[in-house]
């Protein structure tokens, strides 16, 4: 498995702000992936954090709103722009150590509140 | 229709009671199955893992595929109280590709 961390484990925050999360992996790894669990609801993806390019985000997800970096093997970030009440949600984001590996591991989220 | 369809429950069952745990799906590409536990404010563990049809046991747990029906179970023998989490089923149609998550059954064992 691989040890993964997020900051920051929480935040509360004001309309029209934004922020950024962190992830932070303990080794390198091939594919990063942020995904959005809103209240009661499961897992969505969305976007691959890229290294060196800009990242492949899913329908329904854009980058102004949603802007990504993955600056090494190790390391990305998530910024959530110019939120809403709506963008109250946990964050998270996985790994997958090698392209061969069939498994995703999750950090243990970032939970947001937009008042 | 969702790609995949998990009741959401909640479940409550006794300890030591067998547990029985389904997603169904809509996409035949699938062919990687995983379920995740996710206690209350953490991320989602990766608890059992399986390609294509089959059963695979790992101690108490199960999962089966079935992909003639698009149907995969999870089983948890001999459920204790540190059992009780939401039960994510997962799957994805390449290795190391793109997950797609049922909504999760929040399985409560009462001791």
């Known amino acids: 498995s691989a040890v993964i961390s997020q900051k920051p484990s929480r935040d509360i925050c004001q309309r029209g702000t934004s922020l950024t999360i962190q992830c932070q992996v303990d080794?390198?790894?091939?594919?990063m992936f942020w995904y959005r669990q809103q209240p009661g609801q499961s897992l969505t993806l969305i976007a691959t954090?890229?290294?060196?390019?800009?990242?492949?985000?899913e329908s329904g997800f854009v980058i102004d709103k949603f802007p990504i970096s993955r600056p090494n093997l190790t390391f990305s970030t998530l910024t959530v722009s110019n939120m809403s009440p709506e963008d109250s949600s946990i964050y998270l984001c996985s790994v997958v150590r090698t392209r061969q590996s069939e498994t995703q591991y999750f950090g243990p989220g970032t939970r947001l509140l937009v008042l | 229709q969702k790609e995949v369809e998990q009741d959401p429950g909640p479940l409550s069952v006794p300890e030591g009671a067998i547990v029985s745990l389904n997603c169904t799906y809509s996409?035949?590409?699938?062919?990687?199955f995983m379920w995740y536990r996710q206690y209350s404010r953490k991320g989602p563990e990766l608890l059992m893992y399986t390609y294509s049809s089959g059963n695979k046991e790992d101690g108490r747990f199960t999962a089966q595929v079935d992909k003639s029906s698009k149907y995969i179970s999870l089983f948890i023998r001999d459920s204790q109280p540190s059992d009780s989490a939401t039960y994510l089923c997962?799957?994805?149609?390449?290795?190391?590709?793109?997950?797609?998550f049922g909504s999760g059954t929040r399985l409560s064992i009462r001791p």
């Open positions: 080794s390198q790894v091939t594919m």
């Open positions: 954090a890229n290294q060196g390019s800009e990242a492949t985000y």
């Open positions: 996409n035949s590409a699938f062919q990687y």
């Open positions: 997962a799957m994805s149609a390449f290795s190391a590709s793109k997950i797609i």
